[in-house]
């Protein structure tokens, strides 16, 4: 597998000089998932969008497929194949799932073949085509969104909270669809997610941000057994008399 996306020491963030993220790698292989953790405020927004340029870097490098990005050239970065999955999900609603399909698929590319390869992995979209976008339910919008992303052919997928707003039993039918994306098309995907062990089980690798640093990253298999080491990155830990290092809230209590 070859690397397709590699950031190094990237600062992010929306003033000059205050970044809130700071001394972010990611080495991203092709067909990999990489699910990034972390609670509210950790800056995981914030460097989706630098990854894609719609917020200009404030610091260190991003490559695709070994070309460097000019800081804040989204046009340059979506041509490179980086492709956000915003979590607002972008819809044009007053248009049905066909017209917001089409839309996405560039005119060189036959429309019918490309729609049938997005019904592949989201059929659910095929009973629905002729419904307007803003008329679905959250988790047939959040197909479409995925499928107008794909419809791009990305080489990284960059995905904000798949699970905003929708119900856990929705999560779980989604998110193995994007392990299934990888593997059929070699696409590298980024979540952002906010059910770890759900994330950790269809993902490669992990990485948790805190306070807009890096807390914890290794494997998801192995980071999912072990819920103890994801809660203290998250929440960080503190020491109590005698010496010992407890975390500072129940496992359960990240979801
Ligand atoms: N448009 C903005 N302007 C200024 N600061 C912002 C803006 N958006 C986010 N921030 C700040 O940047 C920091 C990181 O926020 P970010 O949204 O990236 O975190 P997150 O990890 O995605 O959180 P969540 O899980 O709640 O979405 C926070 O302190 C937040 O208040």
Known sequence: ??????????????????????????????????????????????????????????????????????????????????????????????????????????????????????????????ERLKVAAGALSGGEQQMLA??????????????????MGLAPVVVERLLPVMRQVANDTDTAIILVEQHVQLALGVADTALVLRHGEKALEGDAGELAADPQRIEQAYLGEHTVPGGGVVPAVHVDAVQ
């Open 146 to 163: 995925i499928g107008r992303a794909l419809a791009q052919h990305p080489s990284v997928l960059l995905v904000d909270e798949l699970s």
């Open 1 to 126: 597998m070859t690397t397709v996306l590699r950031c190094t020491d990237l600062a992010a963030g929306y003033t000059k000089g205050r970044p809130c993220v700071r001394g972010l790698d990611i080495e991203l292989r092709s067909g990999e998932v990489l699910a990034m953790l972390g609670p509210n405020g950790a800056g995981k927004t914030t460097a989706l969008l630098t990854l894609a340029a719609l917020l200009p870097a404030l610091g260190g490098t991003i490559e695709v497929n070994g070309t460097p990005l000019r800081p804040g050239d989204a046009r340059g970065a979506s041509r490179a194949g980086l492709v956000l999955v915003p979590d607002n999900r972008a819809l044009f609603t007053t248009l049905t799932v066909a017209e917001n399909l089409r839309l996405a698929v560039p005119g060189r590319r036959r429309w019918p073949g490309e729609r049938d390869r997005i019904l592949g992995w989201f059929p659910r979209l095929g």
